[in-house]
Structure formats: structure tokens, C-alpha cells
């Protein structure tokens, strides 16, 4: 399952981070695999900041982790950096390379999922994954509401059109600000934007997640909100995403003219 966005900023990282780890503690066999070379979020996100990459004769060997009844296998360009500070100044036939050795050279085991967390855009990370990986089940896409995001996501649900890779889904992030005192829902980034793309496009919609000061605050702790606060609300949007992939849903019938995604 590759992970996209046409646009930085939409919580991508955090997104195929809490769906891999969901997926490990519903009792699958997960990999997540960081090709974000330039940008690696993953280990930051999981608490693996400084941990090393070990190896055999005749492959590398990701991080492992116990999580719940599952497990989750890890491997980041971050774990190769000298330093946290380091910059990866590489040109497209470089990243190719590194990408084609994270996929055929790592001893990943036998896993349900592998879930791959793209950059933004649809450049050469993506690109490499999705012509590497020809048996791919295919993409989720991360958008937020507002439509300066939705304009450049419409450009990746084109972008797996062109490749021949199946969208699975659309994921709302950010989809409207958790008041933690009162629990009202506030649109920051306005509503139902990702929905309306979904109807547009004609591809599933997975679901939205609520922006909570807690999904940073877990982020930021290398603890995903799954599993540090599995009853939050964003815990449970996730669930609910991961049961649209774990169950495919149709795509999302267009609504009538005026009407609210909201209602009933």
C-alpha cells in the first residue's frame, strides 16, 4: 500500500504511520518502508530516532517492533544518516537505487502489508516504488479539506491512473480542529473536501481524521495516537480506515446538488 499526497503538509507521514501500526495491532504482519529521502519522519514518529540498521551477507535487516497481537518491521533512509541534521542531496538515478535496495535487499519477512510512505508530489519516489512493486494492491491518498491541497491531490489520483496503480482511498486529514474542552468539531480547513473529490474522481472514501492536539503531541513522543490513546477520536477514525482496507469498499456515490456529506 503506497501512501501519497500531491501536496506537502497534509500529515502524510503520520498517516501511513498510524495505519501500519493499526494494522499490526489488528494482528497483521506489517513493514513500513520510509522512501521520504529527503524528509524521513518515520523513525521521529515511532520513538527509532538513532536506532541502527544490522545486516547480513546478503541483505539488511529493518527494525522490528512488537506491536499488540502483530508486528511491525521499519526501514528509513534515517536510520543510515550520521546525524539527525543530515541532508540527502541526491539526483533521481541515486534515489532509484536506494528505493529498488529498500524493496529487493531488505529481509523483510513474510508480511500481510507492506505500507510505503511516499514524499509529496509525483516524482521520482513514487514513481520508482510503484514501477518496483508491479504486484502493488495500490494507493492511499491524504489530502485536507481546503482546496489549495484538494487541487494538487486531484493531480495523484491521475498519477496512479497514468501507472496502472488502483487507488484503495481517500483519507481526509486535519478534518476539522477536536476542541479538546468541549469535543466540538471546528473546520479549520473547511469540510467534506476530500469527500467531494472522492465523488468527483470516482474512487472510495476511506474516511476523515479530526485534527487533536494529541496526534501531535503522540507524534512528536514516537508514540502513534493508536496506540497511545486508542480511544481518542482520531484513534477511532483510524480504525475506521483501517476496516475500509481491510474490507474494500465501492466508490463513493456522488451526492445530490446542495446537499451536505454531514446528513444522514
Known amino acids: 500500500i503506497l501512501v501519497l ?10 498517516v501511513a504511520t498510524n495505519l501500519a501500526v493499526a494494522l499490526a495491532l489488528a494482528g497483521k504482519r506489517v513493514g513500513l518502508l520510509d522512501v521520504d529521502l529527503h524528509g524521513p519522519s ?42 539527525q541534521d543530515d541532508a540527502v542531496i541526491w539526483r533521481g538515478p541515486r534515489k532509484y537505487g536506494a528505493i529498488k535496495q529498500f524493496l529487493q535487499d531488505v529481509d523483510w519477512g513474510d508480511l500481510d502489508y507492506l505500507v510505503v510512505d511516499s514524499p ?5 519516489e513514487p514513481l520508482a ?15 485536507t479539506p481546503q482546496q489549495v491541497a484538494i487541487q494538487d491531490v486531484r493531480r495523484c489520483v491521475v498519477f496512479c491512473r497514468e501507472v496502472r496503480l488502483p487507488v484503495l482511498g481517500v483519507i481526509e486529514n486535519m478534518s476539522g480542529f477536536a476542541c479538546p474542552k ?11 473536501g476530500g469527500r467531494r473529490m472522492a465523488e468527483e474522481m470516482g474512487v472510495p472514501y476511506l474516511g476523515a481524521i ?45 451526492l445530490p446538488t446542495g446537499a451536505s456529506a454531514h446528513e444522514p
Open 210 to 254: 479530526p485534527l487533536e492536539p494529541d496526534v501531535v503531541a503522540s507524534g512528536d513522543g514516537g508514540t502513534p495516537i493508536v496506540r497511545a490513546k486508542p480511544q481518542s477520536a482520531a484513534a477511532c477514525a483510524f480504525g475506521h480506515v483501517v476496516r475500509g482496507l481491510l474490507e474494500p469498499q465501492p466508490p463513493a456515490r456522488p
Open 42 to 83: 518515520v523513525p521521529k514518529l515511532l520513538g527509532l530516532e538513532g536506532r541502527e540498521i544490522t545486516g547480513t551477507d546478503h541483505a539488511l535487516l529493518p527494525v522490528r517492533m512488537g506491536c499488540g497481537a502483530g508486528s511491525l518491521s521499519v526501514m528509513s533512509i534515517g536510520f543510515l544518516l550520521r546525524g
Open 5 to 14: 499526497s500531491g501536496k506537502g503538509g497534509v500529515g502524510k507521514s503520520t
Open 120 to 124: 509529496p508530489g509525483t516524482g521520482d
Open 182 to 192: 468541549c469535543g466540538q468539531l471546528v473546520p479549520i480547513f473547511g469540510a467534506d
Open 129 to 143: 516504488v510503484a514501477q518496483l512493486l508491479e504486484n502493488a494492491d495500490g494507493a492511499v491518498v491524504v489530502t
